[in-house]
């Protein structure tokens, strides 16, 4: 092997990094992290469905949705919207987490306060006094609901109060 060619062979080793180095000090003086915003808008639609909307901005990959209530989604679509139901009364903490393809990331929390609660199922059970083998229940469950059944033993009785 001449001079020349190991020459040639090092300088192709080496000016990818030279190159790298350069990039990274002389580039344009903004880090990636710096490059894109978190951020989220969320709307009542009526008192326990919620409405999200991604409102970030800037050159980012992924996006990590936590509802705070046990549902989360991860997507690239930065234009998917979610309607999620809140069946209980409370503040959920909601977040939308960013990541860029370097693998920085940025996170942004806001807490959705759930005034009521839609469904809160209940029953009563009453023992006649003359046959204590007899027990009258009685649907109590307050929110709205289609259909509901009794399930006992083997019976299955549907929709009767």
Request: charged fraction near 20%; aromatic fraction near 14%.
């Amino acid at each position: 092997m001449n001079n020349f060619t190991a020459h040639n062979r090092s300088i192709r080793f080496i000016m990818p990094i030279i190159l790298l180095v350069f990039a990274t000090v002389f580039g344009c003086g903004k880090s990636d992290s710096d490059s894109f915003t978190a951020d989220f808008n969320y709307t009542m639609t009526d008192g326990n469905h919620v409405q999200f909307e991604n409102k970030s901005s800037g050159e980012y990959h992924f996006l990590i949705w936590d509802f705070g209530n046990q549902l989360s989604d991860t997507t690239t679509d930065k234009k998917k919207n979610y309607t999620i139901y809140y069946p209980e009364a409370g503040n959920f903490e909601a977040s939308l987490q960013l990541i860029d393809y370097s693998g920085n990331n940025k996170i942004v929390s806001k807490t959705i306060n759930i005034a009521t609660t839609d469904l809160e199922v209940s029953f009563t059970a009453e023992i006649e006094p003359t046959n204590p083998n007899y027990v009258q229940l009685t649907n109590t469950t307050t929110g709205e609901f289609d259909s509901f059944k009794w399930l006992f033993r083997t019976e299955v009785i549907e929709n009767q109060a």
